[in-house]
Every structure is written in structure tokens, then in C-alpha cells.
């Protein structure tokens, strides 16, 4: 076990590693912030390292190899989708058993990895199945829990074996990478992980693709008239349209914020379960023509709403980090969140944006109205939570320090 996982890298150590990370997701296949990490992360680890991510090809169409930076591979195992359902787990089990036939001969070929990097449980039966047969150290990055994500209900069939499962993962792992104080802390009190393997690092953002946004002002002619042609305030939310994000909240403080501006808009951006829901609340509370459920936006408008939106609003009741938080605060669009998990550790009340508690719509509204009654206040957090990102979340950073965490556990091994 490591003794403290927190205590840099010796400079003197220098040598050459080579990394099998394991993900479900990456550039073409985004469902969540797990996508966008290792989207951005690999490339930047490619320029400093060899490492090989291994990925389920869900469509005969995606190439089955690509490059990711000047060291890096991105290899695609042809798998099936695991779907929904309540045997989710053993779809997913089945996945990996695919992807992992194609590692495994990789491996047995004899190519030989230094480490292997899994994220979240989703690839965690290969992660462990390889330490087991390999003797491969095992990091794994835990961007959520099934605990987090369910309010801590975990007692349906389903939710408590993919709890069992992040569980043994966890147990297993050399190192455990977190994106924050607050998900450390969950990772060690609900999966029972030592506080000593567990390290902090940060998801991140690449500034270049934002931080000229406002002033270019992207595709703002693409967005329709009805979201940007008003002189009234427009809103922006963005995120998966599940209970953990909040949107529900939203609707619920914008219900109070029309009173006061009346030609508002808001957009909220993505997909999930709750969608319906919202739309029947939106035509309760007479929002129509001001609220908009556009579902799936692309990259591109996403950039022309953050160019052009007064506010981005980010109501989590459960965040383990939040890169959209981070996004907007690169773009410099003042932002409004809650405390949740890492946005409370993110965004800096007053500062760098607006903090209200979880799971309370009247605070939300209240934190709106601030925004948008004092424009000159907002820009003024917002351009300190813009110089805040770029000082403290650049993916070069990241990739640096994950490296380094690769060596501590390589260089546990050889004590």
C-alpha cells in the first residue's frame, strides 16, 4: 500500500512508462463528464508518455485505431451495447469480456504495461481481472458513485451490485484518482477505500477553446431567434437531464424569476429521463416560448450560448466536480451553482460566481435575480473566475500530475 500518496514524485525520477487506461467513453462516444475527461486528458498525456486506451466499438463505423498526441493510441474492440434494463451490471460484465479478449492478446503477445488506468466500475471487471492475472498495478479514477448518483439508495437489486461492484474496485486499486476533497472523502467513506491511496486531481479545461468566446461570439447567428432575439436575459444550463443535475430546480426558480423579467429565455441543453417531466412543468408554470428543451446541443452551439448568455446555472443536488462549471467560467459567463460535492470547491461564493445550498429552488432564484439586477457585478466574478480556471485547471497541469501519480505507484512496487 502506498504510504502517502499526496508527496511528489522525486525529480530524479525519470523513467519511461507505459499505460493501459480503460474507459467506455471517449471522442466518439460522450455521454457524461467521464467522456469529456479522458477526451482531454489523453491527448495530453500522449505528448508525455506512451499510454493505450482500450474502448468498446459499439459502431462498425468508428475506426478501430487512432492516434491521441505524440505517444498515445486510442485502440476500439468490437463489443455490444450494453443497454438499459435490470441486468445492466451483466451487460456491462459481457463488454468487458469482449474488450478484454482483444487486450489479452495483446498482452500474452508480450507487450508489456507499466500500469493500467481504469475509469469508473464500467470498465472495472477488466481492471481487476487484469491485476489478477498480470500483476499489473491498478489506478482507477472514480468520477462518480452509484451512492452519490442515487441519494444514497442503493438497496434496489440493480444499484447495490454496481455499488458491490465499485466496492471491490476500489479495494483493489493501487491508487485511486478523484476529482475532489469532497468525492475523496465519499470514496473512502462509502467504499471503504484508505484515505492513504486515495489522491486528488482535478478535472480540467482546455482555455484555448474558450476563453474567446465572447468576444467572437461563435454561431451566434445559428441559434433561433427565439433563444437570442429578445432584449430579455437568457439563462443557460447544460447537463443530462437527470435528478442529480437539477434541472427540475431550474424550471422550478425561473417559475419566480419571470415575475421580474419577463422577456427572459432559458435554454437547458441535453438529454435524460427527466426531459418529459420538465416539459409538462414548463407547460404548467406558463413557460412556454421562454423555456426551451432543445435536448442534445452540439459543441458548437453550446460555445454561441455561452457567448451570448447572461448566466450559465449549474443546480446539482450531486456533483463530483462539474466541468460545465468550468467551461463557462473559461468562456467568462458569470455563473450561478450550488454547493454541491466539487462546485462547492470550484466556484467561490462571490468571487468567481454565485453558490446557493442543493436542492432549494427559492435560494436559486435569489442567486439568478442577484445576477442579472447587477450586470457589472457579474462580469466583474466572472472575470476573476476566468483567470481562476486558467491558473489552476489547464489539462497540461493535469496530465503532469497523473503521470507523476503512475510513478508513485510503480515506485511503491520496487520499495
Not at 499526496?6 to 460522450?30: A, D, G, I, W
Not at 489479452?104 to 470498465?123: K, N
Not at 435524460?272 to 412543468?281: I, Q
Not at 442579472?372 to 480556471?389: F, G, Q, S
Request: charged share 25%; with cysteine.
Amino acid at each position: 500500500m502506498l504510504q502517502n500518496a499526496f508527496q511528489p514524485v522525486v525529480s530524479t525520477m525519470t523513467m519511461p512508462m507505459r499505460v493501459l487506461m480503460l474507459s467506455t467513453e471517449y471522442r466518439l462516444n460522450r455521454v457524461g463528464g467521464l467522456g469529456a475527461h479522458v477526451r482531454a486528458l489523453l491527448p495530453k498525456l500522449g505528448d508525455l508518455t506512451e499510454v493505450d486506451l482500450y474502448l468498446p466499438r459499439f459502431d462498425r463505423m468508428w475506426p478501430e485505431e487512432e492516434a491521441a498526441g505524440s505517444f498515445g493510441h486510442v485502440y476500439r474492440v468490437d463489443a455490444d451495447t450494453p443497454g438499459g434494463g435490470d441486468y445492466f451490471d451483466v451487460n456491462v460484465w459481457r463488454m468487458n469480456d469482449q474488450v478484454n479478449v482483444g487486450i489479452s492478446r495483446q498482452l500474452d503477445s508480450g507487450v508489456h504495461y507499466d500500469i493500467v488506468h481504469a475509469h469508473d466500475w464500467l470498465t472495472g471487471y477488466i481492471a481487476n481481472d487484469l491485476k489478477a492475472r498480470y500483476g499489473i498495478p491498478l489506478v482507477v479514477t472514480f468520477h462518480a458513485t452509484e451512492h452519490g448518483r442515487r441519494d444514497g439508495k442503493v438497496h434496489e437489486p440493480l444499484s447495490r451490485r454496481i455499488h458491490i461492484a465499485e466496492e471491490v474496485l476500489a479495494q483493489n486499486a493501487d491508487l485511486i484518482i478523484t476529482c475532489s476533497e469532497f468525492m475523496r472523502s465519499e470514496v473512502h467513506e462509502i467504499l471503504r477505500a484508505d484515505l492513504s491511496k486515495i489522491m486528488v486531481i482535478p478535472n480540467g479545461v482546455n482555455m484555448a477553446e474558450f476563453t474567446h468566446l465572447r468576444e467572437e461570439r461563435p454561431a451566434v447567428e445559428e441559434l433561433p431567434e427565439a433563444w437570442a432575439g429578445s432584449d430579455g436575459p437568457l439563462i443557460f444550463f447544460v447537463g443530462r437531464m437527470v435528478w442529480e443535475k437539477g434541472p427540475d430546480l431550474l424550471v422550478a426558480a425561473l417559475s419566480e424569476v419571470v415575475h421580474y423579467y419577463p422577456t427572459l429565455r432559458a435554454v437547458l441543453g441535453g438529454t435524460g429521463p427527466l426531459t418529459e417531466k420538465l416539459r409538462g412543468e414548463v407547460q404548467r408554470q406558463g413557460l412556454q416560448g421562454k423555456v426551451f428543451l432543445p435536448g442534445f446541443i452540439d459543441d458548437r452551439i453550446r460555445d454561441a450560448l455561452y457567448a451570448v448568455a447572461d448566466v450559465a446555472v449549474f443546480p446539482s443536488r450531486y456533483e463530483p466536480f462539474g466541468i460545465v462549471a468550468l467551461e463557462a467560467m473559461a468562456s467568462g459567463t458569470p455563473v450561478v451553482t450550488t454547493t454541491a460535492g466539487g462546485l462547492g470547491e470550484v466556484v467561490e461564493n462571490g468571487q468567481t460566481g454565485l453558490t446557493v445550498r442543493p436542492d432549494n429552488a427559492d435560494d436559486l432564484a435569489g442567486a439568478l435575480l442577484r445576477t442579472l439586477d447587477a450586470p457589472e457585478d457579474a462580469v466583474e466574478r466572472a472575470r476573476r473566475a476566468k483567470a481562476h480556471v486558467s491558473e489552476n485547471y489547464g489539462w497540461e497541469r493535469i496530465a503532469k500530475r497523473t503521470l507523476e501519480a503512475y510513478r508513485t505507484v510503480a515506485l511503491s512496487r520496487l520499495d
